[in-house]
Each structure stands twice: as C-alpha cells, then as structure tokens.
T-cell receptor, first 115, second 113 residues
Framework: EPEVTQTPSHQVTQMGQEVILRCVPI?????FYWYRQILGQKVEFLVS????????KSEIFDDQFSVERPDGSNFTLKIRSTKLEDSAMYFC?????????????FGSGTRLTVV | GDSVTQMEGPVTLSEEAFLTINCTYT??????LFWYVQYPGEGLQLLLK?????DKGSNKGFEATYRKETTSFHLEKGSVQVSDSAVYFC????????????FGRGTSLIVHP
C-alpha cells in the first residue's frame, strides 16, 4: 500500500539552529500538508501546499517556517531559528484532492526535540 | 471556529471488552467526520469516515455513526484485541470554505490480554 515517508524519525537540535524535515508524499497525490502535535495536545494544522504554492496556513505558520517542493518527490518543512516550544511531533500528509470525502495519508512523523 | 472534543485517555480495557471512545464536534453546516488510528511508531491511518448525517462508517470491526442531533461521532467496537492498542483521533473536514481538517487530541487505548 502506498505510504508517506518522513525522515528523520527523530531530530535533536540546539535552540536557534535551523532544521529541515523531509517528506515523500504518495506519488499521485496533489495536496500536501504539515501538521504538528505537541506532546499531550491536539494535532494542529500548519500548512497546505498545492501546485507549488501554499494554499492555506494557520497562525502557527509564521515567518519562522517555510515549505518547499524542491523536486518531483520531496516536500520539506524548514524551521529557522528553532525555539524550545517547537519541540513536537511533525506529521506530513498528502491527499488526492480537497473534496471532503477524501481522507489523508499521514507519514509516521518526525519527533523534533529542541534543547 | 470548528473544534473536535475527544474523551480523555488512556482507556484501558481487557481483551474482548466493548469499546466506546466519545467524540463530539462543533462546526457549521455538514462536515465530514473521520476516525484515524496511530499504532506505535507509525503515522495516522484513516480508520473510517462518514460524510452525512446518519451515515455509519465501519472498518476492522470498528463503527461510528454520524449523529447530527447530538453532534457526535463515537467510535465503538464490540470486542477489542490487544492489537487494537493505539491512539485514536477524531477529525472533521468542513463542508465549505476551508477544507482543512480539524483533529481532536487523540485518545490512547490500551488493551490487556
């Protein structure tokens, strides 16, 4: 069964450093997303991406964050100047379309720890 | 804005027990409702969905019925197994405007032999 692949599974970084989280969505999916889950809290939407541009973003997704699809397969989330409160599990997801009948396929997540 | 509220976990059951995980939502219109499951070390997987009132989603012995009158989408299973131990997330997708799903906090289920 097709799956969304995320790397690395765990990233530890020092406060102030930049990190890049990587995702390979399902090949025929057109819509890509990043979510995060701070430990014990709800899964929060960060950003959606379609046709090589951001289609929607939450208030969490400020200038510290950026996304990119550098080639035909990867979808990356960059966090500049990480803060302690950026520590969370980051999930990438993809979907075939935006029709509300579609579910998402999620990756297994990257656990980011900022120290 | 839209929101999803799930019961606090963990829910701890013995094998073959009946499972209910409550989920209620707040949204305008007629959102689609979903349950996702996250097994240890894996990503969220779509478990079941319902797209209109009174629809019942079902998969792998799990069921949930879209109740518009109570704005609920409770997950049930008649006889749980140890392999059902996971975190379960309720989610909704709006019926208009933004198509971005809103998730609950997740409910951890632990099933003992």
């Amino acid at each position: 069964e097709p799956e969304v692949t995320q790397t690395p599974s765990h990233q530890v970084t020092q406060m102030g450093q930049e990190v890049i989280l990587r995702c390979v969505p399902i090949s025929n999916h057109l819509y890509f997303y990043w979510y995060r889950q701070i430990l014990g809290q709800k899964v929060e939407f960060l950003v959606s991406f379609y046709n090589n541009e951001i289609s929607e973003k939450s208030e969490i997704f400020d200038d510290q964050f950026s996304v990119e699809r550098p080639d035909g397969s990867n979808f990356t989330l960059k966090i500049r100047s990480t803060k302690l409160e950026d520590s969370a599990m980051y999930f990438c997801a993809s979907s075939e379309g935006t029709d509300r009948n579609y579910g998402y396929t999620f990756g297994s997540g990257t656990r980011l720890t900022v120290v | 804005g839209d929101s999803v509220t799930q019961m606090e976990g963990p829910v701890t059951l013995s094998e073959e027990a009946f499972l209910t995980i409550n989920c209620t939502y707040t949204a305008t219109g007629y959102p689609s409702l979903f349950w996702y499951v996250q097994y240890p070390g894996e990503g969220l997987q779509l478990l079941l969905k319902a797209t209109k009132a009174d629809d019942k989603g079902s998969n792998k012995g799990f069921e949930a019925t879209y109740r518009k009158e109570t704005t609920s989408f409770h997950l049930e299973k008649g006889s749980v197994q140890v392999s059902d131990s996971a975190v379960y997330f309720c989610a909704l997708r709006p019926s208009g405007g933004s198509y971005i799903p809103t998730f609950g906090r997740g409910t951890s289920l632990i099933v003992h032999p």
